[in-house]
Nanobody, 111 residues
Framework: VQLVDAGGGLVQFGGSLTLSCVAS????????MCWYRQAQGKQREMVAT???????NYKDSVMGRFTISKDNAKNTVYLQMNSLKPEDTDVYYC??????WGQGTQVTVSS
């Protein structure tokens, strides 16, 4: 299983970013895909999930600002992040509920 996270960067308060993650080595369409984030020294936390059937769930603090989606034809999951806040600054990872992780992508929101 290989996961390649991309799309992070430096953005100002209130800005937007779209993260992407390409997965290989799995039958992508069969998996619930998740986005996690982790700050240095802290536990990784789940941010958003999208099931194989398209059902979505979000962490309370990102509800209404973040949107998770996936493209089964491209084996890719996305995280559209709007109205970004400094507290969204973290390394973001996608995960298919398996014990595999990509390199993550750094998101930094300046105040």
């Amino acid at each position: 299983v290989q996961l390649v996270d991309a799309g992070g960067g430096l953005v100002q308060f209130g800005g937007s970013l779209t993260l992407s993650c390409v997965a290989s080595g799995i039958i992508f369409s069969r998996y619930t895909m998740c986005w996690y984030r982790q700050a240095q020294g802290k536990q990784r936390e789940m941010v958003a999930t999208v099931s194989s059937g398209g059902s979505r769930n979000y962490k309370d603090s990102v509800m209404g600002r973040f949107t998770i989606s996936k493209d089964n034809a491209k084996n890719t999951v996305y995280l559209q992040m709007n109205s970004l806040k400094p507290e969204d600054t973290d390394v973001y990872y996608c995960n298919p509920n398996l014990p595999y992780w990509g390199q993550g992508t750094q998101v930094t929101v300046s105040s």
